[in-house]
C-alpha cells in the first residue's frame, strides 16, 4: 500500500488543476480499500455555476460512478484542505472510512477547526480522521491564490 503522502501528491495535483481554472484551489481523491484511485475531483463552483461543485464532493461522484454505487465503504478521501459542513454530510453519507486531508480551514472547518462533525454519537459509523499531510503546499497553493486574487482587485 502506498503512503498518505503519496495519494495527497495526487490530491495537490488536483488542486493544481482548480488553481489553473481559477478556482480555490482544492483537490481530493478517492482510494480504494486495495490501494487504487477510484475517484477523483477538484474544487469547481464558479466554473460549474454549482455550489456543490467542492473538491471532495467532485471526487465522491467520480468514484460513485466509476463504482456504481453511492456507498464507498473502506475507502479512503484524500484533500487538500480541511472538509466544509457540506463535504462533511456527502463524506458521512458515502460512508468513507478514512478522510486524510493537508491544511486545516480556520473559518469553515468542520474536522477540527470550527467543530469535529465526524465525531458525532449518532452517526452510524465512525470516520478516522488524519490531518496535517503535506500540509505546507497546501497552505501554500491556497496563499497564491487569494494573493493573487487581492493583487487583482
Known amino acids: 500500500m502506498r503512503s498518505d503522502e503519496f495519494y495527497m501528491y495526487r490530491a495537490l ?28 475531483g477538484f474544487n469547481a463552483p464558479v466554473g460549474r455555476h454549482d455550489p456543490t461543485a467542492h473538491a471532495e464532493v467532485q471526487a465522491l461522484r467520480d468514484a460513485g460512478r466509476r463504482c456504481g454505487n453511492y456507498r464507498l465503504t473502506g475507502c479512503t478521501l484524500y484533500v487538500s484542505v480541511e472538509p466544509c459542513l457540506m463535504c462533511t454530510g456527502a463524506i458521512i453519507h458515502a460512508r468513507i472510512k478514512r478522510v486524510v486531508y493537508g491544511t486545516p ?36 497553493l491556497l496563499k497564491t491564490f487569494f494573493t493573487s486574487r487581492r493583487a487583482s482587485t
Request: proline fraction near 6%.
Open 105 to 140: 480551514e480556520p473559518r469553515t472547518g468542520m474536522a477540527q477547526s470550527k467543530a469535529n462533525l465526524f465525531a458525532q454519537p449518532w452517526h452510524n459509523h465512525d470516520v478516522e480522521i488524519v490531518s496535517g499531510v503535506l500540509a505546507a503546499p497546501a497552505r501554500r
Open 13 to 40: 495535483d488536483q488542486a493544481h488543476l482548480a488553481l489553473a481554472a481559477g478556482e480555490v484551489p482544492v483537490g481530493a481523491v478517492v482510494v480504494s480499500a486495495e490501494g487504487e484511485i477510484i475517484g477523483e
